[in-house]
T-cell receptor
């Protein structure tokens, strides 16, 4: 069964610093990869997705992620974070042919002034 | 479009009570799903549906029932609530072949005493 590992449960950073949130998945066979963001007391919204093509994917709010098939990773990056980026971030994967999203356990990003 | 709506937003139940969490979407999505979110566990799939009249179990289905009589609605029933079902419940929907890009409702926070 497909699984997703988010290597850090909490990441504190200072405002305007760069950040990387790490994600690894269990299988490299035909997967689609996603990052979702959850702001406090809200539902989840899609940040970015990799379906095919260029391995560098750009999303909303200045975030980007790179698909690395050989390392089965899909790390999320932002060069300069803002206080408003404080949220929980979830990496998720769908195996080709399935509709079911499998989520990682989440990474809480806290941006401090 | 209202997107994905969930009611109620909050609910407190006593052990053994039953209730139904409502979910509706107005995007004509074929795929609908229910997740529960617990601290440090990410989101786990309870049940899903690929169309009216078709439902299937996810990762944690015990204690929950679903039905899908229309494309728009996908209610989740707790048959006999237990404290272990205290959680935040999210409904999501997407097109089939949407390859994981799901739209989430705002969630229902359920407490079972």
């Amino acid at each position: 069964a497909q699984s997703v590992t988010q290597l850090d449960s909490q990441v504190p950073v200072f405002e305007e610093a760069p950040v990387e949130l790490r994600c690894n998945y269990s299988s490299s066979v035909s997967v689609y990869l996603f990052w979702y963001v959850q702001y406090p007391n809200q539902g989840l919204q899609l940040l970015l997705k990799y379906l095919s093509g260029s391995t560098l994917v750009k999303g909303i709010n200045g975030f980007e992620a790179e698909f690395n098939k050989s390392q089965t990773s899909f790390h999320l990056r932002k060069p300069s974070v803002h206080i408003s980026d404080t949220a929980e971030y979830f990496c998720a994967v769908v195996q080709g042919g399935s509709e079911k999203l499998v989520f990682g356990k989440g990474t809480k990003l806290t941006v401090n002034p | 479009n209202a997107g994905v709506t969930q009611t109620p937003k909050f609910q407190v139940l006593k052990t053994g009570q039953s209730m139904t969490l409502q979910c509706a979407q107005d995007m004509n999505h074929e795929y609908m799903s229910w997740y529960r979110q617990d601290p440090g566990m990410g989101l786990r799939l309870i049940h899903y549906s690929v169309g009216a009249g078709i439902t299937d179990q996810g990762e944690v289905p015990n204690g929950y029932n679903v039905s899908r009589s229309t494309t728009e609605d996908f209610p989740l029933r707790l048959l006999s609530a237990a404290p272990s079902q205290t959680s935040v419940y999210f409904c999501a929907s997407s097109y089939l072949q949407g390859r994981g890009e799901q739209f989430f409702g705002p969630g229902t926070r359920l407490t079972v005493l």
